[in-house]
C-alpha cells in the first residue's frame, strides 16, 4: 500500500491495500498504521472528511507511532494516561488467590528465571483489569525480572487496557554526568531495549538497561574520560544510563540532531543511517519525507524500533510530568533538519 501511493502515485490502489489491512488486523500498532495510511490516501484522492474519519480511528490509539501522527493531522495534540490508581484489598486477594501467581512466587523463591518468565507470559493472556497488570509487574519486580511485568503490561495496552505505571515504568537512577539529550527519549529507548531491566543481557551480549555492547561502552567511557568495568553495565543501572546518555548526545551530533537516524544507529549501527541516505535520500535536507525515510529503513526490526522510540518519547514527555503534553511526534521526525 505504501509503495502504491508513496513511490507509484496510486492513491486507489493504495487505499484497497490499506482497508485491507485495517480490516485484517486487531492489535492497537497495526489498526492505527492501517487507518493512518488509508487516511494519507483518501487525502490523495480529495475525501477530506473520509480522511478525517479514518485519522481519527487511527488517533483512538495515541500511544502509537501512527495513532500520533494522525492525532497531530487532526490537531488533537493532547496526549495524556490515567494515574495509576492503588489495588483494592480484594483486587490483590484475588491476585494471589490465583494458581499461577502461587506458582510463580514458588519459581520466584527458587531462582527458576526461565519458567517464571514462562509461566508470567501465560498469565498476562489472561489478565483483565489495570490492576492485574499492575500486580503483575510488581511481582516481578520482586523477583527481579521488571522487564516481565513491562512485557506484560504490553499485552494490556495491546487489549485495551491501561495500566500506566506498569506499561511505562519510570526509573531515575544517579547518573554520574547529565547529558544533553532528554530524559524521555532516554526512557523511550531503555523501554525499547531492555523493558526497563537493568540486569539484561542479550543473546549477542548486549548489557543493562540500555544494551551496550562492552566495545561500544568501552570507547564511549573512553571518549567522555569515564572510567569502565564491563560489569558496572549490568551491576549499576545508574553508570550504565550515563554511558547511554553519553553515547546518543554522540549519535546525536553525528547526525545533526536527527532522532530517526541516532535511533536507527543505536539499534543497527552508525554506519547503516549513513548508507540508507545514499540509498534513499537524507531526510535532513528535504530529499526525502521523514516519515518516508523511516519507511524505507529496509530492516523490519530496525523500522519498529525507530517508530516505538518515537512513539514512547512522547509518552514519557508526558509520565515525567504527569500532566497531558502535546503531541510533537512530527518535530522529532523533522529534526535535523537544515
Known amino acids: 500500500g505504501w509503495i502504491a501511493l508513496r513511490l507509484n502515485n496510486d492513491a486507489d490502489r493504495s487505499l484497497q491495500h490499506f482497508e485491507t489491512m485495517a480490516d485484517g488486523v486487531s492489535t492497537p500498532i497495526s489498526v492505527a498504521r492501517g487507518k493512518y495510511w488509508a487516511g494519507r490516501a483518501r487525502d490523495a484522492l480529495g475525501q477530506s472528511d ?3 474519519t479514518d485519522y481519527t480511528a487511527a488517533a483512538e490509539h495515541k500511544f502509537t507511532y501512527y495513532g500520533q501522527l494522525a ?15 492503588e489495588p483494592t484489598a480484594e483486587e490483590i486477594e484475588a491476585f494471589e488467590s490465583r494458581p499461577m501467581v502461587a506458582a510463580l512466587r514458588l519459581l520466584g523463591e527458587s531462582g527458576e528465571e526461565r519458567l517464571f518468565r514462562e509461566f508470567a507470559y501465560h498469565l ?19 523477583y527481579q525480572v521488571p522487564d516481565v511485568g513491562v512485557r506484560g503490561a504490553k499485552a494490556g495496552l495491546a487489549k485495551g487496557i ?41 543473546h549477542v551480549g548486549a548489557r543493562g538497561l540500555m544494551q551496550f555492547m562492552p566495545a561500544t561502552a568501552r570507547n564511549e567511557a573512553r571518549l567522555r574520560g569515564l572510567p569502565y568495568r564491563t560489569s558496572w553495565l549490568t551491576d549499576d543501572p545508574g553508570y550504565n544510563m550515563t554511558l547511554g546518555g553519553q553515547h546518543l548526545d554522540t549519535l546525536l551530533s553525528r547526525f545533526n540532531g536527527s532522532y530517526i537516524m541516532t535511533a536507527a544507529a543505536y539499534n543497527a549501527g552508525p554506519s547503516r543511517p549513513r548508507q540508507w541516505i545514499k540509498d534513499y535520500g537524507d531526510p535532513r535536507t528535504g530529499q526525502v519525507d521523514p ?12 523500522r519498529n524500533y525507530v517508530q516505538r522510540v518515537l512513539e514512547n518519547t512522547q509518552v514519557y514527555r508526558h509520565r515525567l510530568i504527569g500532566e497531558p503534553v502535546e503531541i510533537k511526534i512530527e518535530e522529532d521526525l523533522e529534526r535535523g533538519r537544515q
Open 124 to 142: 498476562d493472556d489472561l489478565l483483565e483489569t489495570e490492576a492485574e497488570y499492575l500486580l503483575l509487574a510488581r511481582l516481578a519486580t520482586e
Open 291 to 302: 516519515i518516508d525515510w523511516v519507511e524505507f529503513i529496509p530492516f523490519s526490526e530496525t
Open 71 to 85: 492525532a497531530e493531522r487532526l490537531e488533537d495534540k493532547k496526549l495524556s494516561f490515567p494515574k495509576t490508581t
Open 162 to 202: 491501561v495500566s500506566t505505571d506498569a506499561a511505562y515504568p519510570v526509573v531515575a537512577y544517579p547518573l554520574l554526568r547529565e547529558p544533553q539529550v532528554e530524559r524521555p527519549l532516554m526512557l523511550a529507548l531503555s523501554r525499547q531495549e531492555s523493558e526497563m531491566n537493568p540486569n539484561a543481557i542479550s
Open 50 to 52: 473520509a480522511a478525517r
